[in-house]
């Protein structure tokens, strides 16, 4: 059957993660039960790039699908929409080649960490920015992610629940940048493990505030605990941002920063 690939975006805070589950209330039990009305077909199973978490967003989440339905490209996203809730959108549909794999197919991925730093919360921002009451300084912060860019044992920051086979994966970027009480932490790599990015911001916030040096990354990496780290940081202002493809594929892409930024309504771009 022919393949088609689909870039979703979803506001993840009224949904419980991607995977499917029995109470049906994740991205992908939504989206299925929209593709089988559309596909009119009593099942077609998604393959995504990257399984989100409850409370995470994504503005460039990818899934592939085998079905025998012929639709024109632009249907398959007006007609999907059309069956989805307003908190789930497809943005682009394209066919694809059967070598195409929505997970392992894919080089990178994105996700960019929006957080707010200021002593009082604000209800118009609520789910969609993360929030951090005590002061945050950026050039430790930048010290201690320099020291994340590289292949390394992330055992430390991984789950107890993840179900990798290793936890060795390579960070080629972790750039944070500051605008005001803004700050956005966007995290590149091969690829995450269960709740990584999550930890690796428990992390960085703790040098931020002053309650650690830049160093006690490097240790933490050493010691490959997972009780050792700071907690995991609420999945606020979390979003799956851009996955990274061959060239051969064709996929469309979003400029991770610009593309999030613009979803708040943020004008910053490059500040220090």
């Known amino acids: 059957m022919p393949r088609m690939a689909l870039g979703l975006a979803y506001d993840g805070s009224v949904w419980q993660g991607w995977q499917t589950q029995p109470n049906g209330r994740t991205v992908q039990d939504t989206l299925e039960a929209a593709l089988r009305r559309f596909a009119a077909a009593p099942a077609v199973p998604t393959i995504c790039a990257g399984r989100t978490d409850t409370g995470v967003h994504a503005l460039a989440q990818v899934v592939h699908i085998d079905t025998a339905a012929l639709r024109r490209t632009e249907s398959w996203v007006r007609g999907l929409n059309a069956l989805l809730p307003d908190t789930v959108a497809v943005q682009w549909a394209q066919p694809v080649s059967d070598e195409f794999h929505a997970r392992f197919s894919a080089m990178s991925r994105t996700y960019v960490y929006a957080v707010r730093n200021s002593r009082v919360r604000t209800p ?149």
Do not use: K
């Open 124 to 272: 118009l921002l609520d789910r969609r920015v993360g929030w951090v009451y005590h002061p945050l300084e950026l050039a430790p912060m930048r010290m201690a992610a320099a020291m994340l860019v590289g292949e390394h044992d992330f055992s430390c920051f991984r789950s107890s629940q993840c179900q990798a086979a290793s936890p060795v994966r390579t960070v080629q970027m972790l750039d944070i940048r500051q605008h005001g009480e803004y700050f956005m932490f966007t995290f590149t790599a091969n690829a995450f493990l269960h709740h990584m990015v999550r930890n690796l911001m428990g992390a960085l916030l703790y040098i931020g505030q002053g309650r650690q040096e830049p160093g006690w990354i490097e240790a933490l990496l050493a010691q490959r605990d997972r009780r050792l780290a700071a907690p995991t940081f609420a999945p606020d202002g979390l979003y799956l941002a851009d996955v990274e493809y061959p060239a051969e594929f064709g996929l469309p892409r979003l400029d991770a920063g610009r593309a999030c930024m613009t979803h708040l309504g943020w004008s910053f771009v490059q500040e220090a």
